[in-house]
């Protein structure tokens, strides 16, 4: 059985039927969100206040497309080879993903100021749980919702490409609040799909566990996400 498999039924359905497992394992999901985020912000702080790593990551062009090669390959190796990876390997593999991630974002130290950066985070922190709770609480199925906006994602990914080459500063405004209000759908979409995983979860197996990591990288993924596109809205440049 596949992440993505679980037969998400109508929430009134679900609710009469929850599993005994539920509790612990939507607790796992967002304390691995939560240690994966502490640990992205440790390692970006750290990298940042190191002059001989910053200069490698930025001043070596391979280095950066390693890591950013590196990141890839462990969400698709990761979500594609869950039900092979056992529970200690996969959250090895999400937890250097949280490493290298707060690598590459070590720059948002030298870019915008601390006090924009602070503010930023906790506007995020307070945008991605109302959008979870609303996610977790909400009776309407947000199946349609996911479909639009992972269509918008990958339209956001495309036009990102493009204005690569454009670099035109309006587009990237415009590009900046898609994504806030497409990861803001993220949220409370993947919130509930996990929410119905986890209340259809038979026990508190490793492969159960190996679920809710995945559920954890997702939403880890939408608050990371949330956040740089908030950054570039309202983050104060140094």
Do not use: H
């Amino acid at each position: 059985m596949d992440f993505n498999q679980f037969n998400y039924q109508s929430a009134a359905a679900q609710e009469a039927k929850v599993s005994v497992a539920f509790p612990a394992l939507m607790r796992k999901v967002y304390v691995w969100m939560t240690l994966a985020l502490v640990i992205t912000g440790f390692t970006a702080y750290f990298v940042a206040t190191n002059a001989t790593l910053l200069s490698l990551i930025y001043s070596t062009p391979a280095v950066m497309w390693i890591l950013i090669g590196v990141e890839l390959a462990i969400v698709i190796g990761v979500t594609a080879a869950i039900n092979r990876l056992s529970l200690p390997v996969a959250t090895l593999l999400f937890v250097l993903y949280s490493v290298i991630n707060g690598a590459l974002l070590s720059s948002i130290f030298l870019v915008y100021t601390m006090a924009s950066i602070a503010k930023v985070f906790f506007i995020t922190a307070g945008t991605f749980a109302a959008m979870s709770i609303y996610g977790y609480t909400t009776k309407t199925d947000l199946t349609s919702m996911g479909k639009i906006v992972m269509m918008a994602l990958i339209g956001l990914i495309i036009a990102t490409v493009v204005n690569l080459f454009l670099k035109s500063s309006g587009l990237d405004m415009i590009l900046s609040y898609a994504g806030v209000l497409i990861f803001v759908g993220l949220t409370a979409y993947d919130t509930q799909k996990i929410k119905q995983m986890c209340m259809q979860a038979p026990d508190m197996s490793e492969q159960m566990q190996k679920y809710a990591l995945i559920g954890a990288l997702s939403l880890y993924l939408d608050f990371i996400n949330l956040f740089i596109y908030l950054l570039r809205i309202f983050g104060r440049r140094e």
